[in-house]
């Protein structure tokens, strides 16, 4: 039995689901792929070849394995990718959510199974198909839960909106103790660089107290001054459109001391070291051309 538990985005990890870049199936037309960034890359004759991205999600396991992180992976779907398992569910305390997912992606969720047998059944949760939100959306800090949406009348047209306000409602009603505060995302289906994929493409909490956050990811100046007011302006990383693009805040915590990073994100991963975190460098930028990176590519099961 896997006894879940998840309190935050950065107490030491125990457990993981790590996604998979085998069989990651052939490179998609430009009207199949869900994000700009891929669309970019499928142009410009760049989309990242499936050995590379293998390599780059060994070189996270391997981090796993020398922290002792216990690392569970999906079994292979044929010619389907399962890169970003993050999206697929997610764990709030001791329960694990089913997320309403993009209808493309909706298979991945089968090549977990055999992990979520292992769970309580009675603590699973799952909700009815006009409800949507993907794990990238969802954070937790302290009593809070962050949730990334997307409040235009658009939504339907949007492929970059993943979470609606039924999303958050949802997830408000299943955490009562919790302070659910929504931040309405800047979406582009066409520019990458002015697309807030999932809220953790613009911001995340790192260590006790601190968090990278780029301000123009937010619509609404309200929300983004609401987190400068709870983390205070000394404390946040700013990274700009580009740095956003390179996905500097998708980088992943194994505990509010250790932080896995991009190895070229130099600028960051100076001020993260001048912050006293020890900052564990991995070669990710292939995957990150499918607008996500590492905290995208995992589950955490179990935290202290
Ligand atoms: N949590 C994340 N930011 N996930 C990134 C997912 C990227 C994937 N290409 C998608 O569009 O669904």
């Known amino acids: 039995m896997i006894?879940?538990?998840?309190?935050?985005?950065?107490?030491?990890?125990?457990?993981?689901?790590?996604?998979?870049?085998?069989?990651n199936g052939p490179i998609p037309?430009?009207?199949?792929?869900?994000?700009?960034?891929?669309?970019?890359?499928?142009?410009?004759?760049?989309?990242?070849?499936?050995?590379?991205?293998?390599?780059?999600?060994?070189?996270?396991?391997?981090?796993?394995?020398?922290?002792?992180?216990?690392?569970?992976?999906?079994?292979?779907?044929?010619?389907y990718n399962q890169i970003f398992s993050r999206d697929i569910a997610f764990v709030i305390e001791d329960k694990l959510v089913k997320s309403n997912i993009l209808p493309d992606r909706e298979k991945e969720i089968n090549a977990?199974?055999?992990?979520?047998?292992?769970?309580?059944?009675?603590?699973?949760?799952?909700?009815t198909d006009d409800i949507h939100f993907e794990?990238?959306?969802?954070?937790?800090?302290?009593?809070?839960?962050?949730?990334?949406?997307?409040?235009?009348?658009?939504?339907?047209?949007?492929?970059?909106?993943?979470?609606?306000?039924?999303?958050?409602?949802f997830i408000k009603n299943l955490f009562p103790n919790k302070i659910v505060k929504e931040f309405d995302l800047v979406k582009s289906n066409t520019i990458a660089r002015d697309n807030s994929l999932h809220l953790d493409c613009?911001?995340?909490p790192v260590g006790k107290d601190k968090a990278i956050i780029h301000k123009e990811g937010f619509k609404n100046e309200e929300d983004y001054?609401?987190?400068?007011?709870?983390?205070?302006?000394?404390?946040?990383?700013?990274?700009?459109?580009?740095?956003?693009?390179?996905?500097?805040?998708?980088?992943?915590?194994?505990?509010?001391?250790?932080?896995?990073s991009e190895k070229n994100f130099t600028r960051l991963n100076n001020w993260l070291r001048e912050q006293g975190f020890t900052v564990e460098e991995v070669p990710y930028a292939e995957i990150g051309k499918q607008e996500g990176l590492l905290r995208c590519t995992t589950i955490p099961l179990i935290r202290d």
């Open 3 to 23: 006894k879940l538990n998840v309190q935050d985005e950065t107490s030491r990890l125990r457990a993981v689901i790590l996604g998979i870049a085998e069989s």
């Open 29 to 79: 037309k430009v009207e199949d792929a869900y994000d700009p960034k891929s669309i970019e890359h499928i142009k410009a004759g760049t989309y990242p070849l499936e050995k590379d991205m293998i390599q780059e999600m060994e070189a996270l396991n391997k981090v796993f394995k020398k922290y002792d992180v216990k690392v569970y992976r999906p079994k292979v779907i044929p010619n």
């Open 112 to 127: 977990i199974q055999y992990i979520l047998d292992q769970i309580n059944p009675a603590k699973i949760i799952e909700t």
């Open 135 to 169: 794990g990238g959306d969802v954070m937790l800090w302290n009593n809070h839960i962050f949730i990334g949406t997307y409040k235009g009348e658009d939504y339907k047209d949007i492929i970059t909106a993943r979470t609606n306000m039924k999303g958050v409602n």
């Open 202 to 204: 613009c911001f995340q």
């Open 225 to 260: 001054n609401y987190l400068v007011n709870l983390f205070g302006m000394e404390n946040l990383f700013h990274i700009s459109k580009d740095e956003m693009y390179q996905m500097f805040s998708n980088v992943f915590s194994i505990s509010d001391q250790v932080v896995v």
